[in-house]
T-cell receptor
Framework: GAGVSQSPSNKVTEKGKDVELRCDPI?????LYWYRQSLGQGLEFLIY????????KSGLPSDRFSAERTGGSVSTLTIQRTQQEDSAVYLC?????????????FGPGTRLLVL | GESVGLHLPTLSVQEGDNSIINCAYS??????FIWYKQESGKGPQFIID?????DKRQGQRVTVLLNKTVKHLSLQIAATQPGDSAVYFC???????????FGKGTMLLVSP
């Protein structure tokens, strides 16, 4: 079946512009996660959605970062007024539900470059 | 042997050798420890997990060992193949089984 998909695969933007990154989780998965991976580094947790519960936003680095998940499926991560330090790969993952978080299925990521 | 690369620790092995990738963790309350594999240009892929009340678990060509006394986790890959070349991350998750905390990763390079 289809895995997690993300778009765009690459995004180049200018400092100060806003960007939107999209994630389509695996159909039927109720839990969705966003991570950030800087060059040669591990994954930094950003935000977690589970069903209709309030999202866990504890990993968002600043108020320029926000995310939505409409209809319990597709999610959009928005970065406002992008800075050069926002350049990274943004990875989305989904799991069957919130109790299955140890087995997360990752998308290929969106590579963001802020000039 | 192991060396510290520009960004990641790197383990270089010959095809057919056994590989051991190590990870130190900090949270004694974690309920599961997991290994993920990330190939170039792709997202991480689940390999194997181990519950905190176990000390060893075996999969196909892989074995995970957990030493809670020294907070150490290792992944052993038998008969390493070029396709095993990737970055390997350890991760831990608490009792809520929601968010993963990832380690920094080790790059495994397998030479034919």
């Amino acid at each position: 079946g289809a895995g997690v998909s993300q778009s765009p695969s690459n995004k180049v933007t200018e400092k100060g512009k806003d960007v939107e990154l999209r994630c389509d989780p695996i159909s039927g998965h109720t839990a969705l996660y966003w991570y950030r991976q800087s060059l040669g580094q591990g994954l930094e947790f950003l935000i977690y959605f589970q069903g209709n519960s309030a999202p866990d936003k504890s990993g968002l680095p600043s108020d320029r970062f926000s995310a939505e998940r409409t209809g319990g499926s597709v999610s959009t991560l928005t970065i406002q007024r992008t800075q050069q330090e926002d350049s990274a790969v943004y990875l989305c993952a989904s799991s069957y539900d919130g109790t299955s978080g140890k087995t997360q299925y990752f998308g290929p990521g969106t590579r963001l470059l802020v000039l | 042997g192991e060396s510290v690369g520009l960004h990641l620790p790197t383990l270089s092995v010959q095809e057919g050798d056994n590989s051991i990738i190590n990870c130190a963790y900090s949270n004694s309350a974690s309920d599961y420890f997991i290994w993920y594999k990330q190939e170039s240009g792709k997202g991480p892929q689940f390999i194997i997990d181990i519950r905190s009340n176990m000390d060893k678990r075996q999969g196909q060509r892989v074995t995970v060992l957990l030493n809670k006394t020294v907070k150490h986790l290792s992944l052993q890959i038998a008969a390493t193949q070029p396709g095993d070349s990737a970055v390997y991350f350890c991760a831990e998750i608490g009792g809520g089984y929601s968010t993963l905390t990832f380690g920094k990763g080790t790059m495994l390079l397998v030479s034919p």
